[in-house]
C-alpha cells in the first residue's frame, strides 16, 4: 500500500473490463448499473481516472479510481 501523498503506481483497473460506479456517483445523475471501462487516464490528484461507457447511456464518463469496483 502507497502511503498518502506518494502517486499511484499501476491502474487498478483495465480497458475492457466491466465495473460498477459507487453510490455516490450515481446520486449526481450517472446510470445505475455496470459500466465498461474504456480507456486508462493518467493521475490526477494522486488518484488515476478512467473513461467509461454505460449501455444505457449514450455519452461516455470520466471516473475517479476511488469511485470504481469490480463487478
Do not use: C, N
Not at 21 to 47: C, F, I, N, S
Amino acid at each position: 500500500m502507497r502511503s498518502k501523498g506518494q502517486p499511484p503506481t499501476e491502474h487498478k483497473f483495465r480497458a475492457g473490463e466491466r465495473v460498477r460506479l459507487a453510490a455516490r456517483a450515481t446520486k449526481w445523475g450517472a446510470a445505475e448499473g455496470g459500466y465498461v471501462v474504456t480507456k486508462q487516464l493518467p493521475e490526477r490528484d494522486g488518484e488515476f481516472e478512467y473513461r467509461i461507457k454505460s449501455m444505457s447511456e449514450p455519452h461516455e464518463r470520466v471516473a475517479r479510481e476511488s469511485e470504481l469496483a469490480r463487478e
